[in-house]
Nanobody, 126 residues
């Protein structure tokens, strides 16, 4: 059984960098053909797809967030990390990590993914 667990600070100040890590157990992040994905849900809004790092190490980000987003991985720890720079209160959301594939690129429904974490609340506030 694959499990994903998000971790990171729950409060970030405006203009700082948000950094969240997803730890995966029960499966390797290098196994074909999975796409390890970050998604978020702002309060009162729908899910927003952020980006992925693929089994190969390739990445792809939402065009609306691309200039501020970076996703990288640590294969020795079986983790992947989201960094979002220059955050504003608009980045306040519950952030989820999930395992998908080529069919879940830009998906905005958690049920489209094989597995996902419980989510972590991140608030951007001074």
């Amino acid at each position: 059984q694959v499990q994903l667990q998000e971790s990171g600070p729950g409060l970030v100040k405006p203009s700082q960098t948000l950094s969240l890590t997803c730890t995966v157990s029960g499966g390797s992040i290098t196994t074909e053909y999975h796409y390890w994905t970050w998604i978020r849900q702002p309060p009162g809004k729908g899910l927003e797809w952020i980006g992925y790092i693929a089994y190969s190490g390739g990445t792809y980000y939402s065009p609306s967030l691309e200039s501020r987003t970076s996703i990288f991985r640590d294969t020795s720890e079986n983790q992947f990390t989201l960094q979002l720079t220059s955050v504003t209160p608009e980045d306040t959301a519950v952030y989820y990590c999930a395992r998908g594939d080529i069919t879940t690129v830009e998906s905005t429904s958690l049920s489209d993914f094989d597995y996902w974490g419980q989510g972590i609340q991140v608030t951007v506030s001074s």
